[in-house]
C-alpha cells in the first residue's frame, strides 16, 4: 500500500505538467530573467495559481494571465518588490489576499496553465502594473493610471 501512494506521489507532478501543457498557445520565448529559478518554480506557479483563483476566477483566460503577468510586470518595476511573493503578499495590493480568497480553496487546471503562461512570459496586458473591476468601488486614485487594455471584466492599467 506504501509503495502505490509513493508511485501516485511521484507520478502527481508529471500528471499535473501534461494537464496544465495541453492547449497552449503560442508565445514567444520569455527572456531568462523572466524565468523562476527551477528550485522555486512550483512555488512561484502555486502562488501565482492561488491569486489568479482568488482575482480572475470566471475572467477570460487570458485575463487570467493578465492578472499573472500583473505580478511578474510589478517584480520587474523599481517600486514594487522584486519578488512574487513580496508583490503578492505586499499590504493591501490585492484583495484577495487581504480577504484570505487565496487560501479558500484549490486552484483549477486552467489557473495554473495561466500561471505558467505568465511566467513564460506571455503578457497580454502589454505590460501593466494595476489591474481593477470597475464595477466594484475603487479608489478614484487608480482612475489616474493609464489604461492599457480591458479583459473581460477588469481594467488593466500602467
Known amino acids: 500500500m506504501k509503495q ?3 508511485v501516485l506521489l511521484l507520478l502527481l507532478p508529471l500528471t499535473l505538467t501534461l494537464a496544465i501543457s495541453s492547449d497552449i498557445p503560442e508565445i514567444f520565448a520569455a527572456p531568462e530573467y523572466n524565468l523562476a529559478a527551477p528550485e522555486s ?3 512561484e506557479v502555486n502562488l501565482i495559481s492561488r491569486l489568479i483563483m482568488g482575482e480572475a476566477t470566471g475572467e477570460p483566460f ?3 494571465v493578465g492578472v499573472g503577468a500583473v505580478v511578474l510586470n510589478r ?3 523599481p517600486q514594487f518588490p522584486n519578488t512574487v ?3 503578492i503578499y505586499e499590504p493591501g495590493a490585492f484583495e484577495s489576499v487581504s480577504n484570505g480568497l487565496i487560501w479558500s480553496g484549490t486552484p483549477s487546471a486552467v489557473h495554473y496553465r495561466a500561471a505558467e503562461l505568465a511566467l513564460n512570459g506571455w503578457d497580454p496586458t502589454y505590460g501593466a502594473l ?3 473591476n470597475p464595477a466594484k468601488p475603487v479608489s478614484p486614485w487608480i482612475w ?3 489604461i492599457l487594455t480591458q479583459i473581460g471584466s477588469h481594467v488593466f492599467a500602467r
Open 62 to 64: 487570458a485575463g487570467q
Open 85 to 87: 511573493p513580496g508583490v
Open 130 to 132: 494595476f489591474f481593477w
Open 41 to 43: 518554480w512550483w512555488d
Open 4 to 6: 502505490r501512494i509513493l
Open 75 to 77: 517584480t520587474r518595476h
Open 144 to 146: 489616474t493610471r493609464t
